[in-house]
């Protein structure tokens, strides 16, 4: 069974750094895409950017681009999200998720727990 | 980068009434690659139609999808009171994965 376990809460100042991971597991990690979604408190949902573990392919979207840093290591099945310096704007939570995919049956997607980033001095 | 604008921003109606949601893209999208999504809160995004018509697994028959090119619909025949929660519609086949802002789907 797929699952996608995301790191824990983190509270930090303003102006700090931050990497926050993704796990999966029953799966293939490398062949899979693994995308990052942001919500901001009692906003909608955002797509950040996506990381092809197999060769580290990344996009981001225009929006993000410049702001975090996505990155993958897919000898531990991990998927990292990182900010160099961290604003109070970044508050929110923070999904990765395995993008839709189909068999020829059906199609599916996966989604970690998310991990709640709170910025404030 | 294809723009998802979503109609209505909130939504109430009451229980057993038929809701119907809307997403438009600001160009041509095809049909295959759009989803739709229900989230309710704390809780993570949940697929609910892939490929603008397919519902997903475990996905109530109230529950369609249909639409092409620019303009998209979500269907809910008869509302139940664990349908209320939040609806986006996602474009997943070219990146970037763009969301619509989301329609609240409200107990009247």
């Known amino acids: 069974e797929v699952h996608l376990v995301q790191s824990g809460a983190e509270v930090k100042k303003p102006g700090e750094s931050l990497k926050i991971s993704c796990k999966g597991s029953?799966?293939?990690?490398?062949?899979?895409?693994i995308g990052w979604v942001r919500q901001m408190p009692g906003k909608g949902l955002e797509w950040m950017g996506i990381?092809?573990?197999?060769?580290?392919?990344?996009r981001y979207s225009p929006s993000f681009q410049g702001q975090v840093t996505i990155s993958a290591d897919k000898s531990i099945n991990t998927a990292y999200l990182q900010w160099g310096s961290l604003k109070a704007s970044d508050t929110a939570l923070y999904y990765c998720?395995?993008?839709?995919?189909?068999?020829?049956?059906?199609?599916?997607?996966?989604w970690g727990q998310g991990t709640l980033v709170t910025v404030s001095s | 980068e294809v723009v998802l604008t979503q109609s209505p921003g909130t939504q109430s109606l009451s229980p057993g009434e038929r809701a119907t949601l809307s997403c438009r893209a600001s160009q041509s999208v095809g049909s295959s690659y759009l989803a739709w999504y229900q989230q309710k809160p704390g809780q993570a995004p949940r697929l609910v139609i892939y490929?603008?018509?397919s519902r997903a697994t475990g996905i109530p028959d109230r529950f369609s999808g249909s639409g092409s090119g620019t303009d998209f619909t979500l269907t809910i025949s008869r509302l139940e009171p664990e349908d209320f929660a939040v609806y986006y519609c996602q474009l997943y086949g070219t990146l970037p994965h763009t969301f619509g802002q989301g329609t609240k789907l409200e107990i009247k």
């Open positions: 990381i092809y573990p197999g060769d580290s392919e990344t």
């Open positions: 998720v395995r993008p839709i995919d189909c068999t020829s049956s059906s199609c599916h997607d996966y």
């Open positions: 490929g603008a018509s």
């Open positions: 029953g799966y293939n990690f490398s062949i899979y895409w």
